[in-house]
């Protein structure tokens, strides 16, 4: 009975460290997306007065 208690507690310690890594890599690709599309966004053509 020992064993599976140890197992167990692997097992949940495993799961937890994954999803910690999946919450960090989603927040950094987020952040690097939005720098990205924001990038892309701003061109001179966009932003240039054409009336003057």
């Not at 009975?1 to 999803?19: E, G, Q, R, W, Y």
């Not at 919450?23 to 997306?33: A, F, G, H, I, M």
Request: glycine share 0%.
């Amino acid at each position: 009975m020992k064993i599976n208690t140890v197992i167990i507690a692997i097992v949940i310690v495993a799961i937890l460290a994954f999803v910690y890594f999946i919450v960090k890599r989603n927040k950094k690709d987020q952040k690097e997306l939005e720098n990205e599309l924001n990038e892309r966004e701003i061109t001179p053509e966009k932003h240039s007065d054409k009336r003057v």
